[in-house]
Structures are given as structure tokens and as C-alpha cells.
């Protein structure tokens, strides 16, 4: 509206019209399947959430008891914790291993392409292969680490170490795909950025700090994203590394897999739903804070 007058928006010619329709059609398959498969079923787990299951696909709407349990029940809160300190231990670990990778990949060596599909094959390697190799590396009896470093330490079954041994796998699975992701970062960095620092005097150090790290900045807020959001979802390692009779389960159960146990085990969908929602705030939450805080750190326009 102009002067109190509205103004008409200009008609479109047929052509115009034609280009516009096969856009939406176009698009229509992706935005159908993120509607049938993220956001109705996202909907149904919140109805949930607030239901009893009472088996055969029937529920029976119970209001917020299904929470009220959920905080009073001491097994959540350890499986929040587990999750917390999971984060902890897989997030900064591994991303600072892929910036120290990618920039070994960044510079001139040979055979940099072989390297780089060495570095990125435990991604797509089987998760099930994947925790059969290191339930062997890390067995009490006979694993390989233990023969290494001339010890016996129950790795997989001993609370102080088993969220450990589940956070190395996860850190050694990713990293190569977060070096691909900083590795592309570093080389749009321009080479005459490095030549007029180096002529200012700047060491490699100073050169780090104030040109490489500024420069992927925006890479690295990215990988992180993606870590937390994986690191706070980790289930499948747990599950296959792991089993209800381990003694260390209490110790490293995540959100997830209390999820799984409530939910398929128990039966209890209403409860298991209840801790996915609880789960997604925690995601949202961690989320809004690094998009919060990107501001004084992440650099777009260098």
C-alpha cells in the first residue's frame, strides 16, 4: 500500500504462469515426503506424549502425567546426563581432530584424494561392522588394546570407562566427514591472504588465529550443529556395542535409548514419546544458544 492506495501486483503472462506451476510441481515430492515423513509424524508423537498406549494402535489421553513421571523418574534424569556428557566428550574432541586433519589434507602431499577417501570411510562403512571391530578392540580378554598397552581393563563393562569407549568410536566415525566439510572451508581461503600476513611478519600461529580460523568460521559452526545434533540423538552405538546386561548400561544409556527401552521393550509408547519431545527441546535449546552466539564468533564477510 502506497498513499493510502493499494497496489496491484503485475499479472503474470502464460509463460510466466507455466514456469511458476512446474516449479511447485517440481518441488511438490520433496515437500509431500517432509510432510509425511517428519512433520505428521512429529505431530502424532506429541498427541502421544500425552496418551496411554493401550496396545493395537489405541490410546488414552492421560494430560501431562506421562512428563510428570518422566521428572520424577531418577533413570531419566542419569539418561540426560549420559547424553550431556557424551556431548561433551565427542563434540570438541572432534572437531578439533577434523580441523587438524583437514589441514594436514590442505596442504602438498601425495596421494591427497586416497587420503581423503581413507578419512571419510568409517562414515559409510556399516554401524554394524563398525561396533563388531571395536567390541573386539575393546574386549576385556583379548582385545587389541589391552594387548597394546599391557592391560585388562573391561573397557565396554566398566562404568568409568564404557562412556568413554562408545565416545571414541563415535569421534573416529565422524571425524574424517568433518574434515571433508572444514577441508572444502580452508581451500576457498585465498593464498594471498597467507603472502601479505607473512610479509607483515605474522608467524603460522598468528596466521592461524587471525585468518584461518575467521575464514571457515562458518564451516565450523556447521560441523558443530551437526555434532551436537548427532552426539544428543546417539543410539545406534549404544545398542550394538551394549545390551540390558551389561553392568555399565546405567552409566551410558542415552535419551535415545531410554527412548527405545520405553517405548519397544516396555511398551510404553506414551512415556517414550514424552522423552523424544524432551530430547527435541534439548536440541532446540542447545540449537538457539549457538545460533545466539555465532554473532560473536562465526565470520561471514571478511
Not at 502464460?14 to 518441488?27: C, L, P, T, Y
Not at 563388531?132 to 587389541?144: A, K, L
Request: aromatic share 14%; charged share 15%.
Amino acid at each position: 500500500m502506497r498513499g493510502g492506495r493499494t497496489v496491484k501486483k503485475p499479472r503474470l503472462s502464460a509463460a510466466e504462469r507455466r514456469e511458476e506451476n512446474w516449479g511447485w510441481i517440481m518441488v511438490a515430492p520433496t515437500i509431500i515426503g517432509l510432510f509425511i515423513l517428519n512433520i505428521w509424524p512429529f505431530i502424532q508423537t506429541i498427541y502421544t506424549s500425552f496418551c496411554e498406549h493401550l496396545g493395537f494402535g489405541h490410546y488414552k489421553f492421560i494430560g501431562v502425567q506421562n512428563y510428570v513421571d518422566m521428572f520424577g523418574n531418577t533413570e531419566f534424569w542419569k539418561a540426560t546426563w549420559n547424553t550431556v556428557w557424551f556431548c561433551i566428550l565427542t563434540v570438541p574432541v572432534g572437531m578439533i581432530l577434523a580441523l587438524f586433519v583437514a589441514m594436514l589434507l590442505n596442504t602438498k602431499v601425495k596421494f591427497k584424494g586416497g587420503f581423503r577417501t581413507i578419512f571419510f570411510l568409517p562414515l559409510v562403512c556399516a554401524p554394524a561392522a563398525v561396533a563388531m571391530v571395536w567390541q573386539w578392540i575393546f574386549n576385556g580378554e583379548y582385545g587389541i588394546l589391552n594387548q597394546i598397552l599391557g592391560t585388562n581393563i573391561q573397557w565396554i563393562t566398566n562404568p568409568k570407562t564404557a562412556v568413554l569407549a562408545v565416545a571414541i568410536v563415535s569421534v573416529w566415525s565422524s571425524v574424517g566427514y568433518d574434515a571433508v566439510l572444514l577441508l572444502a572451508g580452508l581451500q576457498n581461503i585465498p593464498k594471498t591472504l597467507y603472502e601479505a600476513n607473512s610479509i607483515d611478519g605474522a608467524g603460522k600461529v598468528r596466521q592461524f588465529f587471525t585468518i584461518t580460523v575467521p575464514m571457515i568460521s562458518p564451516s565450523l559452526f556447521s560441523v558443530l550443529i551437526m555434532r551436537l545434533m548427532a552426539s544428543m540423538k546417539v543410539y545406534d552405538l549404544i545398542y550394538m556395542m551394549s545390551d540390558d546386561t551389561n553392568p555399565a548400561m546405567a552409566d551410558m544409556q542415552s535419551l535415545m535409548y531410554l527412548f527405545y527401552r520405553s517405548s519397544f521393550v516396555a511398551g510404553d509408547r506414551g512415556y517414550g514419546s514424552a522423552i523424544v519431545i524432551w530430547t527435541v527441546a534439548l536440541i532446540l535449546l542447545v540449537t538457539l544458544i549457538q545460533f545466539w552466539g555465532q554473532k560473536k564468533w562465526v565470520t561471514y564477510d571478511i
